[in-house]
């Protein structure tokens, strides 16, 4: 349940309710930090699903900031280039990469600490060599991950989400 106390801390992003005491809510942005101030007495309860939306257009503006950034600077580094990125709101996979190089990412990578965010992005640009799950790219993931790849693997598998 969202409620006053709903926060989300990781290394990227800092997103936080504050009571104001204004009768409207605020939302405020500033690079990998969101306040969302509500007014006093505010029933949660009969809110969720609007604060859910509210939530999700806060760290969608955040990823649209950041990730493509993120993703560019990754792929400098390791010799990667891709044609397109977006950015969505899917909750089943954290992103994707088509046989033409577009790579969609998910707006809840945001909810994620930089090094599982990383491995993401690392694993969609590896796609862009490698379209599959073979030796090969799982090789590719080792050398770009500093032969973390699995250990990574297996840290996104059992991250706890509020959202997925």
């Known amino acids: 349940m969202i409620n006053e106390n709903f926060k989300i801390e990781t290394d990227q992003l800092a997103l936080r309710f504050t009571e104001g005491r204004q009768k409207q809510f605020l939302v405020r942005h500033e690079p990998h930090r969101v306040d969302i101030v509500y007014p006093p007495q505010t029933p949660f309860d009969t809110l969720q699903p609007w604060l859910f939306k509210v939530i999700t257009e806060a760290l969608r503006k955040q990823a649209k900031a950041i990730l493509p950034a993120r993703l560019h600077e990754l792929a400098g580094r390791h010799g990667f280039s891709y044609?397109?990125?977006?950015?969505n709101a899917a909750r089943t996979r954290w992103g994707s990469c088509s046989s033409r190089g577009h790579i969609n990412l998910s707006?809840?990578?945001m909810i994620l600490p930089r090094e599982l965010?990383?491995?993401?992005?690392l694993h969609e640009l590896c796609h862009t060599r490698e379209m599959?799950?073979?030796?090969r790219f799982w090789a590719l993931m080792d050398q770009?991950?500093?032969?973390?790849?699995?250990?990574?693997?297996?840290a996104l598998r059992h991250?706890?989400?509020p959202f997925r």
């Open 144 to 154: 770009v991950t500093g032969r973390q790849a699995q250990r990574l693997r297996n």
């Open 159 to 161: 991250y706890p989400s």
């Open 132 to 135: 599959n799950h073979g030796p």
């Open 83 to 87: 044609s397109r990125v977006g950015v």
């Open 117 to 121: 965010s990383d491995y993401v992005l």
């Open 107 to 109: 707006l809840y990578l």
